[in-house]
């Protein structure tokens, strides 16, 4: 009898170490987009400040087993820096804040604030604990570069977003 609990133990523990832990997991394909508007710094020091609005997330994907479709409001807020190599383009910044967005699974509405970089220069990423894209500032322009900063841009940002933890409803929601 007791080479029988011995080997239901080693099996039940070799069975258990495979198990996954009991966390949400899941992953989107996320569009993003809206406007992105930047408020140059005062003088010729300090960081600017950029905000989104209005924005939207668009994801198609699967989180603790429901889909998640559709698209709601994406926006956010921070401060950026310029870096102006020489004969660079305008709109190299680089920029950190909070993003506040909202989605549907099939099951709930799921809300989330992250903090947010984005490194831009034509072409960038913005990346936060869970969304990994690629970044993008298109015209309409406020501005030309020239006689004025640029002020104001369309962004698309096209990417993932993955989670490997609990991943719950806001209070209020």
């Known amino acids: ?98 993003v506040d967005y909202t989605f549907q699974s099939g099951a709930m509405i799921f809300h989330k604030k992250e903090k947010q970089e984005f490194v831009v220069a034509g072409a960038g990423k913005l990346t936060t604990p869970s969304i990994r894209a690629t970044l993008q500032l298109a015209p309409p322009y406020n501005g030309d570069c020239l006689t004025k900063p640029v002020t104001r841009a369309t962004f698309a940002a096209q990417g993932t977003m993955a989670w490997t933890a609990p991943f719950f409803l806001a209070p209020g929601e």
């Open 1 to 98: 009898m007791k080479r029988v609990w011995l080997l239901l133990g080693v099996v039940a523990t070799s069975l258990v170490g495979f198990v996954p832990p009991a966390h949400a997991v899941g992953a989107a394909a996320c569009v993003l987009g809206g406007t992105i508007t930047f408020t140059e710094p005062f003088g010729t020091t300090g960081p600017g400040t950029w905000e989104i609005n209005p924005g939207q997330i668009d994801c198609d994907g699967a989180l603790n087993g429901y889909r998640i479709f559709g698209s709601g409001p994406f926006t956010g807020k921070g401060t950026y820096t310029t870096v102006l190599p020489a004969g660079g383009p305008c709109l190299q910044r680089i920029g950190t804040g909070m």
